[in-house]
């Protein structure tokens, strides 16, 4: 069945630095969206990219789509505290509306 | 608050018993989802409904578990004879068919089989 790793699986970083988390399917998506799990939280829709090659900013955040569709990223900017928590990727495959969450990237920052 | 609830919030059974969970949606979404998130794993897809038809169902859901939506609105998960194993977070969730189909999740049943 459809796989989605993200990498790192933790990430601890002082307030101010950057940090990156990397999606990657065993499969091609027809799109991919992002979620952020706040520690006793649930699940809260952040974006979705559908075209390959696709980049996207929301303030300090970045996501990008890759060429092939099977991989994405998420790129934070000077990142603050309120940015702990978990960040899943999901994709969708073909028109199946069963979404695939990837296994998450938990973010720690400290001051 | 318009957004997805879920009730109850906690749940603590014994062994063997039969609980029921259910889920209120976005009231104009016509897509309702239920997923099992256990610590440290992303949610995963146990079954949706479009409008009162159940579209899919995953593997992961037993015999033990049966889910309905008899009006096209609020949704049950009822799990029976629980087990040890089925302890997670189970999380509801809806979208509407129109534009980005954008997942709007519940706060979610954390069940506790003792």
Known sequence: ?111 | DTGVSQNPRHKITKRGQNVTFRCDPISEHNRLYWYRQTLGQGPEFLTYFQNEAQLEKSRLLSDRFSAERPKGSFSTLEIQRTEQGDSAMYLCASSSLAGVETQYFGPGTRLLVL
Not at chain 1, 27 to 35: C, D, E, K, P, V
Not at chain 1, 54 to 77: M, Y
Not at chain 1, 88 to 101: D, E, H, I, R, V
């Open chain 1, 1 to 111: 069945g459809q796989q989605v790793m993200q990498i790192p699986q933790y990430q601890h970083v002082q307030e101010g630095e950057d940090f990156t988390t990397y999606c990657n399917s065993s499969t091609t998506l027809s799109n991919i969206q992002w979620y952020k799990q706040r520690p006793g939280g649930h699940p809260v829709f952040l974006i979705q990219l559908v075209k390959s090659g696709e980049v996207k900013k929301q303030k300090r955040l970045t996501f990008q789509f890759g060429e092939a569709k099977k991989n994405s990223s998420l790129h934070i900017t000077a990142t603050q505290t309120t940015d702990v928590g978990t960040y899943f990727c999901a994709g969708f495959t073909g028109t199946a509306s069963k979404l695939t969450f990837g296994t998450g990237t938990r973010l720690q920052v400290t001051l």
